[in-house]
């Protein structure tokens, strides 16, 4: 900002004047056709604002997340609109984590590239120069190859969670540690340890949209992905899961019990409440007789709208808050307000002694936490 170089607009006429690109960074919310589909009346939209204003050569960038074949659609829409302009269309998919963005857009492991065009690829080397990355970063292909490699790049780490919650099961039944199991696979290099901490599903915005999207995209092709149909459908199911979890934890049923739910968000350092487990897992709880005391740093506000006047759920507005009087405390969400509580503290505030930890969160101190007199319970651990 004090340096002049971002600067924010209403007027798209304006803001085109003398642009090489522009980018079309909007939502693609499931439609209303149902799962799988995107809605894509913001991209399209934003195309047909932009056909009539192209005077110069303009490089039209897909940032968002879309279908394949959304380049191609993009730039039949422009033409049919304006067939005399010079443009083209390319897909460059955003890898952004929430909570991270600027540090993952400023030290990015790669930057894909969906062009045709040598002119195309020149003006995005040229966007992307000013971040110093080496030129093997910058990874260029065709439109609807790029558009597949975001697609399938969120399916596999949801397959890769799904694997590491079904290993956690197996471990709990057949008395190994699944945490030091998992953890020792992923020290080999072909595997990787990220992505391999087993807990309540994956959520958000992005891994439950895109796996549904990479379904439909296979199924319309006539090419089922079964790997990700079988993984939307554990993920679907792990939230009963962590429900009976709980209620094994309380002696085989929460009615009339009182939880405290810490954590709301499907991950830590965001308020985002897409797809949270929590969505699922705290209204059950309720539903079936319990009495739900829920906190999360960020996430109670966008919390509040999404669960709205759920008999047997409330919220307080501190962890300390949340345990009092509570029979068990359940961690949702691996925030690290929660590793650092005051756990003594904790226990004079509980009514009952029971914690299930859905993120592993004390899984190196459970020992301690025993001694304390909690009855501690975590994921992929039997003992």
Not at 23 to 43: H, L, N
Request: aromatic residues 6%; hydrophobic residues 40%.
């Amino acid at each position: 900002m004090a340096a002049k170089r971002l600067s924010f607009a209403t007027d798209l006429k304006g803001s085109l004047e003398g642009a090489k690109a522009v980018f079309i960074a909007v939502g693609t919310p499931e439609s209303r056709r149902g799962e799988g589909y995107a809605d894509m009346k913001y991209v399209f939209g934003v195309a047909k604002e932009i056909a009539p204003l192209i005077k110069d050569y303009l490089v039209i960038v897909d940032k968002s997340t879309v279908p394949v074949g959304t380049a191609d659609r993009v730039e039949e829409i422009i033409r049919e609109i304006n067939p005399e302009a010079a443009f083209d269309v390319v897909s460059n998919p955003e890898f952004l984590r929430e909570g991270s963005a600027i540090g993952d857009f400023e030290r990015p492991d790669r930057i894909v590239v969906g062009a045709h065009s040598e002119k195309a690829k020149e003006i995005l080397r040229e966007v992307y120069n000013p971040l110093n990355i080496s030129k093997d970063q910058i990874v260029f292909m065709d439109p609807k190859t790029a558009e597949l490699v975001k697609l399938i790049s969120n399916a596999f780490l949801a397959v890769k969670i799904t694997f590491a919650n079904e290993v956690a099961d197996l471990a709990e039944r057949i008395g190994a540690d699944g945490i030091k199991a998992l953890m020792a696979m992923g020290l080999d290099g072909r595997v990787g340890g990220k992505f391999l901490h087993p807990g309540p599903g994956y959520g958000g915005s992005c891994f439950p949209k895109d796996t549904k999207s990479l379904e439909k995209t296979g199924q319309q092709a006539g090419s089922n992905l079964t790997l990700v149909e079988a993984a939307i459908k554990a993920n679907s199911g792990r939230k009963a899961r962590m429900v009976s979890k709980i209620s094994k934890a309380l002696g085989g049923k929460v009615s009339g019990k009182n939880i405290a739910c810490l954590g709301l968000t499907f991950k830590s350092n965001t308020d985002d409440m897409r797809e949270s487990p929590a969505l699922v897992i705290l209204p059950t709880l309720a539903e079936k007789g319990a009495r739900v005391v829920a906190y999360d740093p960020k996430g109670m506000e966008e919390a509040k709208r999404a669960m709205d006047e759920i008999d047997g759920l409330s919220y307080a507005d501190s962890s300390y808050a949340a345990a009092e009087g509570a029979d068990c405390l359940v961690i949702m969400t691996e925030w690290d307000e929660f590793r650092g509580l005051d756990l003594e503290k904790i226990k004079g505030l509980m009514k009952g002694n029971v914690i299930v930890d859905l993120r592993n969160i004390f899984y190196k101190e459970r020992g301690k936490i025993r001694e304390l007199g909690f009855q501690y319970t975590g994921i992929g651990v039997s003992d």
